[in-house]
């Protein structure tokens, strides 16, 4: 099958679209991968993605749908688009503060224009030959928003584990713990410093955070002021998160999902937020605390650092239950399938019209 497949450009890291890309050139697709900005404008036509001629373009997140859905106009394509929810905190859903917009009293990431883009997108979206969005738990945020019953199906999460294996070497343990996340107001690293800035100094571990945003300043700020050792690590390429990550006791991670994963694949445990989402992916994998409560939050976290055989049991059961198909995050050829199926169905549905 020829592809095309349309992803936001991110000149930070290789992120899970592009890995799956790969996957699907393992099993002998054709695939052509264009990088995306946030293209809402008229189309400039490149004669390259025209010539290549797919059988089906793959739109992989939100914002490469605009253009993903004008080449399928332009070469009367058939379009499998994927979405992974309608963000509560950006279209007036939900409060911002349950999604950490607690930091700053200018933070704000919902608008009138955000809200503008989400409809184009929504119906981008509804116009597809198939769609899928990351959880059943999020269906209700496309629901909600436009008050319409949603015809998609899931896609769950993979992995990549090349450059986990790749870097994985015995290094010492530190007494750290660690985040990977972007420095955005979501990932509530912020939560995070003020847990463990409520954790007995004799016994407070040194905080690694692997991640680039506009938050730096802000958390290295609240860091020093709540007398937390943090580090920061940037983009973590080259090997530096899969150090971290080996040489850290555990992770937390408010809301990132791979990070998790990646933490397992090394045996280390991840703390984590309880919600409908988080529980639909990784079940008993990983130490729930109640949802933005940062005192159940900093109690998880002592209770780890004061139990190291808990450390070794929690980080055994993880790599257990998510590598041997006991969560939904799916096998690669269990992923790659689910794709391929997607796909066909898009071109179905297509010569259906």
């Given at each position: 099958m020829k592809i095309l497949c349309f992803t936001p450009y991110n000149p930070d890291l290789k992120t899970p679209e592009t890995s799956n890309t790969f996957l699907l050139a393992k099993r002998g697709h054709k695939i052509m991968l264009v990088h995306t900005k946030n293209e809402f404008d008229d189309l400039k036509i490149d004669e390259k993605i025209v010539n290549f001629n797919p059988d089906v373009i793959f739109s992989m997140m939100e914002y490469s749908l605009p253009i993903a859905t004008a080449y399928a106009n332009l070469m009367k394509k058939p379009i499998y688009a994927h979405i992974e929810c309608i963000p509560p905190w950006r279209t007036g859903l939900e409060n911002g503060k349950d999604y950490g917009l607690d930091t700053l009293e200018n933070e704000r990431d919902c608008n009138q224009?955000?809200?503008?883009?989400?409809?184009?997108?929504?119906?981008?979206?509804q116009r597809t030959n198939f769609r899928t969005i990351s959880e059943e738990s999020w269906r209700y945020s496309f629901e909600k928003y436009n008050g319409k019953k949603l015809d998609a199906e899931v896609k769950y999460y993979t992995y990549d584990l090349e450059p986990l294996k790749n870097y994985e070497f015995k290094h010492p343990q530190k007494y750290q713990i660690y985040t990977i996340a972007r420095l955005v107001p979501t990932k509530r690293i912020h939560h995070i410093i003020k847990a463990l800035g409520m954790i007995d100094k004799s016994i407070r571990p040194k905080y690694a955070v692997i991640g680039y945003g506009p938050m730096k300043n802000y958390l290295k700020f609240l860091a020093e002021k709540k007398d937390v050792d943090i580090e920061f690590y940037g983009n973590g390429k080259y090997g530096i998160k899969e150090k971290v990550i080996q040489e850290s006791m555990f992770g937390v991670e408010i809301f990132s999902g791979i990070p998790i994963i990646e933490g397992a694949y090394y045996k280390k445990p991840s703390v984590i937020y309880k919600t409908p989402q988080t529980e639909e992916v990784f079940s008993d994998s990983v130490v729930y605390c109640n949802n933005n409560d940062i005192n159940d939050l900093k109690e998880k976290i002592e209770m780890l650092l004061k139990d190291r055989k808990?450390?070794?049991?929690?980080?055994?059961?993880?790599?257990?239950?998510?590598?041997?198909?006991?969560?939904?995050?799916?096998?690669?050829?269990?992923?790659?399938?689910?794709?391929?199926?997607?796909?066909?169905?898009?071109?179905?549905?297509?010569?259906?019209?």
């Open positions: 224009d955000i809200t503008k883009v989400y409809n184009i997108i929504l119906d981008m979206f808990k450390i070794e049991e929690l980080g055994e059961k993880a790599n257990y239950l998510i590598f041997n198909n006991k969560t939904n995050i799916l096998d690669n050829e269990t992923y790659v399938k689910n794709i391929e199926r997607y796909l066909n169905k898009a071109i179905e549905n297509f010569n259906k019209k």
